[in-house]
């Protein structure tokens, strides 16, 4: 993944697209894996505002979609219900993983930052 850290509108749609490495930097196959992104306020609280998850993981595409299973690449899919009763602030998430070779994993912790949107279309 070029960057762990992301900027978005609250009340957009976004596409992030992640590549998930291990320790050394080289991509985990994704085939038979579940995939969960989760946003909180912060590490320590308990409530998540956002969470995505692969079809395995009991989602599906339109929320997690590996584009690249042996390249470790997947998209997660925002929409602007996502985020839009969000407060424009910094905020805490984490893409984990489990598979049968790693077990569950946190493979990216990281911040995104919502910024307040000007136009608003309902």
């Not at 599906?60 to 590996?66: A, L, P, R």
């Not at 929409?79 to 070779?101: C, E, H, M, R, W």
Request: aromatic letters at 10%; charged letters at 25%.
């Amino acid at each position: 993944m070029t960057t762990n850290k992301f900027d978005m509108v609250i009340g957009d749609n976004e596409i992030l697209e992640v590549e998930i490495t291990d320790e050394d930097d080289v991509a985990i196959p994704l085939a038979s894996t579940k995939i969960w992104f989760t946003i909180r306020k912060n590490y320590t609280d308990e409530n998540f505002y956002v969470q995505k998850k692969n079809s395995l993981a009991g989602g599906d595409d339109t929320e997690i979609k590996i584009t690249d299973g042996s390249g470790g690449v997947c998209e997660i899919y925002l929409v602007p219900d996502d985020t839009k009763g969000l407060l424009a602030d910094f905020y805490v998430y984490d893409v984990q993983i489990s598979n049968a070779s790693y077990g569950i994993k946190t493979v990216i912790s990281n911040r995104i930052f919502f910024k307040s949107q000007v136009t608003i279309v309902e």
